[in-house]
């Protein structure tokens, strides 16, 4: 059973920066995606990013290009997400979420996309005030 | 960009059917996963690929996708189906996840 457990709650100044974690346990990491999603206060889900280790592939919705970073630790089997720049309408829930391939053979993977989002972490409140 | 459109609420009676609707040019070419969103939870998918359940998912939930539309479909509702519903694709030409604008189910 794959869980993934994120890091505790955030308050951040404007301009700083914020990072989050998301350590799974269970399954093979490097051959999940991992995505990052979130969720302003009354707000609907907003998709910020992911990364498939197995490939070294980052994928950034353009809202965000330059000011998300997206990484993982391997040896902790841990996803990092980096936000900068923060800005008040940054306060938000933040998600990670893993997405796996639907065949895996010959130590390669395909079709990351064919099961959606199917395990999600418990969420990050960050709160971005003065 | 690609978008994905959603009535914003919809409200039914116990026991009768939810209809949720997703739009999104050619959206039948795509694979739509739904997710269901309690308040103060985490997402939970509920359909993926159009029409497949989860494990654990009950089979009152069903999908189908065509033309310029993708549908949930919650047979025999209940109290506990009230939450938000968002649907998903992966758009391959942008190499993005777009997320529907979500569906607030009202159990009357």
């Known amino acids: 059973q794959v869980q993934l457990v994120q890091s505790g709650a955030e308050v951040k100044k404007p301009g700083s920066s914020v990072k989050v974690s998301c350590k799974t346990s269970?399954?093979?990491?490097?051959?999940?995606?991992i995505y990052w999603v979130r969720q302003a206060p009354g707000q609907g889900l907003e998709w910020m990013g992911g990364?498939?280790?197995?490939?070294?592939?980052?994928h950034y919705a353009q809202k965000f290009q330059g000011r998300v970073s997206i990484s993982t630790d391997e040896s902790t089997s841990t996803a990092y997400m980096e936000l900068s720049s923060l800005r008040y309408d940054d306060t938000a829930v933040y998600y990670c979420?893993?997405?796996?391939?639907?065949?895996?053979?010959?130590?390669?993977?395909?079709?990351?996309?064919?099961?959606?989002?199917?395990?999600w972490g418990q969420g990050t409140t960050v709160t971005v005030a003065s | 960009s690609y978008v994905l459109t959603q009535a914003s609420s919809v409200s039914v009676a116990p026991g009768t059917t939810a209809t949720i609707t997703c739009g999104g040019d050619k959206i039948g070419s795509k694979s739509v996963h739904w997710y269901q969103q309690k308040p103060g939870q985490a997402p939970v998918q509920v359909i993926y690929?159009?029409?497949e359940r989860p494990s654990g998912i009950p089979e009152r939930f069903s999908g189908s996708n065509s033309g310029n539309t993708a549908t949930l479909t919650i047979s025999r509702v209940e109290a506990g189906d009230e939450a938000d519903y968002y649907c998903q694709v992966w758009d391959s030409s942008s190499l993005h996840y777009v997320f529907g604008t979500g569906t607030k189910v009202t159990v009357l």
């Open positions: 990364v498939i280790p197995i490939f070294d592939t980052t």
């Open positions: 269970g399954g093979t990491f490097n051959t999940y995606g």
């Open positions: 979420a893993r997405v796996r391939p639907r065949y895996c053979s010959g130590g390669t993977c395909s079709e990351y996309f064919y099961y959606g989002m199917d395990v």
């Open positions: 690929y159009d029409s």
